[in-house]
């Protein structure tokens, strides 16, 4: 895990960099899925929704300089085999969306971290935290429920000091 003040941090991105790249990584997977455009969730002007699937939804929030601060999936498996490739297929898309920085073998540690390569995760359940250059994410499914959360978050963005330095 990378973590601690020597660390890379990752860029933060607006939620139609994340889109576009979330989209170009279903498209390297060979996945027909896509990201819909964004649009106003009702919550509020920093806070985003849109689709993947009926299945797959996502909510956005951005900080003041219109960036993301989190993303949230809520995903049903439907309990079939093409439902369950959608939901690790957009795990994966995820995580290269949202840290770009990682190599395939970070990103693929980052998803057996969470526990998604444990067998049988679907009906004994799931919930795994990991951290890679400062990106929090998090993956929470309760046994043979077909709901899945996962949350990706960025470090908020810190401010430069306004002491002067004598």
């Known amino acids: 895990m990378l973590a601690g ?3 890379a941090q990752a860029e933060r991105i607006t939620p139609d960099e994340f889109r576009l790249r979330i989209n170009d990584a279903f498209g390297c997977r060979g996945m027909k899925l896509q ?4 649009v ?3 919550m509020g002007p920093a806070v985003l929704k849109a689709a993947v699937t009926r299945n797959i939804a996502a909510i ?3 900080d003041s300089d219109d960036r993301l601060s989190a ?3 809520v995903m049903r498996t439907g309990r079939t085999l093409e439902s369950v490739m959608q939901v690790v297929a957009t795990l994966a898309a995820t995580t290269y969306a949202g840290n770009p920085e990682l190599s395939e073998a970070d990103r693929l540690g980052l998803l057996d971290e969470l ?3 444990e067998q049988e995760w679907g009906q004994k359940g799931l919930a795994g935290t990991a951290v890679r250059n400062g ?3 998090l993956v929470v499914h309760p046994g043979g ?3 899945v959360i996962f949350l990706v978050s960025w470090p908020a963005r810190r401010e430069p000091s306004r002491e002067r330095v004598l």
């Open 5 to 7: 003040p020597a660390a």
């Open 35 to 38: 990201l819909q455009p964004w």
């Open 40 to 42: 106003p969730s009702g």
């Open 60 to 62: 956005a929030e951005m």
């Open 71 to 73: 993303v949230l999936f």
């Open 115 to 117: 526990g998604l390569f």
């Open 135 to 137: 990106v929090t994410y």
């Open 145 to 147: 429920d077909p709901l």
